[in-house]
C-alpha cells in the first residue's frame, strides 16, 4: 500500500484562538488589520473575515476571559499567517502597523515570500506576508526548495505605495 498524500487542492480554512478580551483582540484584528466581523457570538466570541468568507479568524473567551498570555516557552502556537494577495497590500498592511506605532518583531524575505512579524494583544504570533510567484521561488540543484532569512528591505515594500 503506497503513503496517503492530502490532497493537493487542501487549505488551512480558519484558526480559532483563545484571547483574553474580547474587545481588545478585535481592536488589533478588525480595527488595525481590517478584517470584518461576521458574527457576534454575545460578549464572548466572534468571527471574522475577509471577502465575505463565513470566517478566517475565531476570536473567543471561553476559557480564557481575563487569563495571561500562553508561556512564550511552552507547547502551541508560533503564529498565525495571513497571506496578502498583493506586495502593495502588504505595503499597505505595513503602513498601517507604522502609522498605529504597533510593535514590529520581524521583516523577513524567504525568497519564496516577504514576511512582517509581530504579536496580537494576547501574545499570539501573526505573520503578514506575500507569496511571490511560484515559477520565482528559488530552488536547489535537486530541485527542492531552497528557502532562507534574510532581512527584508521595508523601505522596498513601502515604495509600493508610491
Aim: aromatic fraction near 12%.
Amino acid at each position: 500500500m503506497s503513503p496517503y498524500t492530502i490532497p493537493d487542492q487542501t487549505r488551512i480554512g480558519h484558526i480559532h484562538l483563545k484571547v483574553a478580551d474580547l474587545d481588545r483582540a478585535l481592536a488589533f484584528y478588525r480595527d488595525l488589520l481590517g478584517f470584518t466581523v461576521t458574527t457576534m457570538y454575545g460578549d464572548q466570541a466572534a468571527f471574522i473575515s475577509a471577502g465575505g468568507y463565513h470566517h478566517h479568524i475565531g476570536l473567543n473567551t471561553w476559557y480564557s476571559k481575563g487569563a495571561p498570555a500562553a508561556p512564550l516557552r511552552s507547547a502551541g502556537l508560533f503564529h498565525t499567517a495571513i497571506l496578502y494577495p498583493t506586495r502593495r497590500d502588504l505595503a499597505v498592511a505595513l503602513q498601517r502597523l507604522i502609522d498605529a506605532k504597533y510593535p514590529i518583531t520581524g521583516a523577513s524575505y524567504h525568497g519564496v515570500s516577504e514576511d512582517i512579524y509581530l504579536d496580537d494583544p494576547d501574545q499570539n504570533g501573526v505573520e503578514l506576508y506575500w507569496d511571490r510567484a511560484r515559477d520565482q521561488w528559488p530552488q536547489q540543484p535537486d530541485g527542492s526548495l531552497e528557502m532562507y532569512t534574510h532581512r527584508l528591505d521595508l523601505d522596498g515594500l513601502l515604495a509600493e505605495l508610491k
